[in-house]
């Protein structure tokens, strides 16, 4: 169905399955989630294109059940021209939306690539495709763990919505102050583009704690010495985690965000509750 403009708009990201047992697992998750009618379903892409033969086959069984699918792509180790052919693969099947992120090579691997980061990415896409992609960017509200300070990460981010990003989708985080300002910080720096907050529900501390200090997202206090202090109690851990995200998803739709973007990790659960507890639309 057509959208209103200003109505928000939500997403969900899954990651391409390594085995056969999680491309069934991830058929069920499609289904149960498509029934939700996000506007689209994201697929990741690994460093240096390493899970890219299967986020293409992700892609396509996604695009064929029936949803929008929005494959991530990256430089990294891949040449111009698999990227040039990829996207005219994409094209030929009728999506109309990318991820572009910056490509990471793996390590070990002697590659050096032509491109790199994501600015480049999307004059490169640009060049090939025009304005046929709506392109989505990454962005990061409590700063890249690789960037210099906060001025010189909304600088990158510029460079991304000058070269002809549509829209961006923030790491996650869980503090809604943290958010917002980062919002008003990019309108007063000329970036006007929607951001969208990235969602990561909270269903293991120890997974949790790896992928934040990896990709330098803040765990606040207070929620780091509550799942601490429920150690292996997997309910409690959970029920407090959608308390916790479905909280911090009604502040920030209150507060204008124009949408969510869930990282699913391949897993209905609890991303349907939070979904339904939030009372958020099947159109």
């Given at each position: 169905?057509?959208?209103?403009?200003?109505?928000?708009?939500?997403?969900?990201?899954?990651?391409?399955?390594?085995?056969?047992?999680?491309?069934?697992?991830?058929?069920?998750?499609?289904?149960?989630?498509?029934?939700?009618?996000?506007?689209?379903?994201?697929?990741?892409?690994?460093?240096?294109?390493?899970?890219?033969?299967?986020?293409?086959?992700?892609?396509?069984?996604?695009?064929?059940?029936?949803?929008?699918?929005?494959?991530?792509?990256?430089?990294?180790?891949?040449?111009?021209?698999?990227?040039?052919?990829?996207?005219?693969?994409?094209?030929?099947?009728?999506?109309?939306?990318?991820?572009?992120?910056?490509?990471?090579?793996?390590?070990?691997?002697?590659?050096?690539?032509?491109?790199?980061?994501?600015?480049?990415?999307?004059?490169?896409?640009?060049?090939?495709?025009?304005?046929?992609?709506?392109?989505?960017?990454?962005?990061y509200p409590e700063i890249h763990p690789q960037s210099d300070s906060y001025d010189s990460d909304l600088k990158y981010f510029k460079?991304?919505?000058?070269?002809?990003?549509?829209?961006?989708?923030?790491?996650?985080?869980?503090?809604?102050?943290?958010?917002?300002?980062?919002?008003?910080?990019?309108?007063?720096?000329?970036?006007?583009?929607?951001?969208?907050?990235?969602?990561?529900?909270?269903?293991?501390?120890?997974?949790?704690?790896?992928?934040?200090?990896?990709?330098?997202?803040?765990?606040?206090?207070?929620?780091?010495?509550?799942?601490?202090?429920?150690?292996?109690?997997?309910?409690?851990?959970?029920?407090?985690?959608?308390?916790?995200?479905?909280?911090?998803?009604?502040?920030?739709?209150?507060?204008?965000?124009?949408?969510?973007?869930?990282?699913?990790?391949?897993?209905?659960?609890?991303?349907?509750?939070?979904?339904?507890?939030?009372?958020?639309?099947?159109?």
């Amino acid at each position: 169905m057509d959208k209103h403009n200003n109505d928000p708009r939500f997403s969900f990201e899954f990651f391409p399955p390594r085995t056969d047992v999680g491309v069934e697992k991830l058929r069920d998750v499609h289904r149960e989630l498509a029934a939700l009618e996000p506007d689209f379903f994201s697929v990741t892409y690994g460093a240096g294109g390493s899970t890219r033969d299967g986020t293409r086959q992700t892609v396509t069984a996604v695009k064929q059940a029936g949803s929008d699918v929005a494959p991530h792509l990256s430089f990294g180790g891949s040449s111009k021209e698999d990227i040039a052919s990829l996207l005219i693969d994409y094209k030929n099947m009728g999506i109309n939306r990318l991820v572009a992120l910056r490509g990471d090579i793996p390590s070990g691997t002697g590659v050096a690539s032509q491109y790199f980061y994501a600015n480049e990415l999307i004059e490169f896409v640009r060049k090939t495709t025009g304005d046929h992609f709506h392109i989505e960017v990454a962005c990061y509200p409590e700063i890249h763990p690789q960037s210099d300070s906060y001025d010189s990460d909304l600088k990158y981010f510029k460079n991304k919505v000058n070269a002809g990003a549509d829209s961006a989708i923030t790491q996650y985080f869980y503090n809604p102050d943290a958010y917002f300002y980062f919002v008003d910080a990019c309108r007063k720096a000329g970036i006007n583009i929607p951001i969208v907050p990235g969602i990561m529900p909270i269903t293991n501390f120890t997974s949790l704690q790896r992928f934040s200090n990896n990709c330098g997202a803040e765990i606040p206090r207070w929620i780091r010495q509550r799942l601490q202090a429920y150690g292996d109690d997997s309910n409690s851990i959970r029920d407090f985690g959608i308390e916790v995200v479905q909280t911090l998803c009604e502040n920030l739709l209150a507060g204008g965000a124009p949408g969510l973007h869930f990282y699913t990790m391949n897993q209905t659960e609890p991303v349907r509750q939070i979904w339904q507890q939030l009372g958020l639309r099947t159109r």
